[in-house]
């Protein structure tokens, strides 16, 4: 079902041009201005300079693709052979070491729905518009996108394992060790590719740039340049693996007008046992509650800021979507916990509507536990509650994929990101 081919990658000329840390930047969607210019100032070759391109409007796309040719004359080579690149990330989280192992290649690109790639998550117009001008400037392929398959016996892993040799990269990056190995052995690509013949690919993060190189295809086979067109630069790896870590994504809601969380709470006191408690100190402690109220079920936290308190709403076990009036979701969106804190506190609850949380009017959103636990306690700005998640199993997120449904934006926090600068795909070369 899913076809994976290798490619002749651009990859950083590492014995001319030293420490690779130096040269990688995280995806482009998680570094503001200031994150820019620090990431920028440790190289003039570091691929940031690429992915957010400096200037107003439209003209910096330009400079974008000017500084992705001088990046190919003075800081990349291309490999000879077709190629996969085995990527290992070593990390730490909550005191336990991981690996999380995967490879890099090409995808033969399908819209979603239409093809065994499968989306979780809702996208939005604005990012993807902005991608593809990227893109378009520079008619290369810059960033990956992480994808999922199912491997429970490893078996892409026993494809590869002979022919790995020595990292072509290896370094320590944002808190995580990164090391990427080629294999261009014909007889191991051919048994990597047969082993992905028949899988689903479930994206984990990266819905924007799938969906904006899907669009991108049809502009380059209108141009006459179809087989290039096809295929897209991902990262996959196996949703088996004990390396993957899935983390919370907490919601900080403000600016909503009249927000009456005791109202909301009587909505919601049929479904819900709700308990009231003081608030943890640490963001582990919320952690750890929790996953103790989620243990059976859907649960999560809300806590007004500045009050003290933690709302810790579990769901009941008699709980009936169709009492809830939730029969327009999916059965497997029906006791998630994402999607009930959407539909039932945000929406019905709160007024914010959908499109006004696709659109991020009245939400953020953390990943630390610690930060949002911090604005929690302070009060004093214009964030009104703060929602803590928990973090959505994997067999969740199987489960929406195939029921061709999605999640509100934002759901999953697939831990580390995978950084850019690891294998450049630029059309222009062909394949």
């Excluded at 990658?9 to 200031?34: C, K, Q």
């Excluded at 490879?103 to 033969?108: D, S």
Aim: hydrophobic share 45%; proline share 6%.
């Amino acid at each position: 079902m899913a076809h994976v081919r290798p490619l002749r990658g651009f990859r950083y000329d590492l014995p001319r041009l030293g420490d690779a840390g130096l040269l990688l930047a995280p995806p482009y969607d998680v570094v503001d201005a200031a994150g820019r210019e620090r990431i920028g100032a440790r190289s003039p070759h570091n691929c940031i300079h690429v992915i957010l391109p400096e200037g107003e409007g439209d003209a910096k796309y330009e400079v974008g693709a000017r500084r992705f040719a001088a990046l190919e004359r003075e800081a990349l080579v291309r490999d000879a052979a077709p190629s996969f690149y085995v990527y290992h990330q070593t990390f730490t989280s909550e005191g336990q070491q991981y690996t999380r192992k995967g490879f890099i290649g090409l995808i033969e690109l399908t819209r979603f729905g239409a093809g065994p790639v499968l989306a979780h998550e809702r996208t939005l117009s604005g990012p993807k518009a902005d991608r593809l001008k990227l893109m378009r400037a520079c008619e290369a392929h810059l960033e990956l996108v992480f994808g999922m398959f199912s491997d429970p016996g490893r078996a892409w892993e026993a494809a590869t394992s002979r022919a790995l040799g020595s990292a072509v990269l290896e370094c320590e990056f944002d808190g995580t060790h990164h090391a990427l190995y080629r294999v261009d052995d014909p007889a191991a690509t051919a048994a990597l590719t047969d082993v992905l013949a028949d899988k689903k690919i479930y994206i984990a993060d990266g819905h924007h740039r799938y969906e904006t190189m899907c669009s991108f295809r049809a502009e380059l086979e209108a141009a006459g340049k179809g087989e290039v067109a096809r295929w897209g630069l991902i990262f996959l790896s196996n949703l088996d693996d004990p390396g993957l870590v899935v983390l919370p994504t907490h919601r900080l809601i403000h600016s909503v007008p009249g927000l009456d969380l005791a109202a909301a709470l009587a909505q919601v006191e049929p479904f819900f046992t709700i308990t009231r408690e003081k608030l943890p100190e640490s963001g582990a402690a919320v952690r750890a509650r929790l996953a103790e109220a989620g243990a059976r079920g859907a649960a999560f936290g809300l806590a007004a800021p500045a009050t003290g308190e933690l709302v810790v709403l579990a769901l009941r076990p008699d709980f009936d979507p169709a009492a809830a009036g939730l029969q327009h979701l999916a059965p497997a969106l029906q006791r998630l916990d994402v999607a009930l804190l959407h539909e039932l506190i945000l929406d019905r609850g709160f007024g914010v509507t959908r499109e006004a949380q696709a659109q991020n009017t009245n939400i953020r959103y953390y990943k630390s536990t610690d930060e949002a636990l911090a604005v929690a306690r302070a009060g004093g700005s214009d964030v009104q509650l703060v929602c803590f998640m928990n973090p959505t199993p994997v067999r969740d997120v199987r489960a929406v994929c195939d029921s061709g449904e999605v999640m509100p934006q934002k759901s999953t926090f697939f831990y580390p990101k995978i950084p850019t600068g690891l294998v450049f795909h630029d059309l222009k070369e062909g394949l």
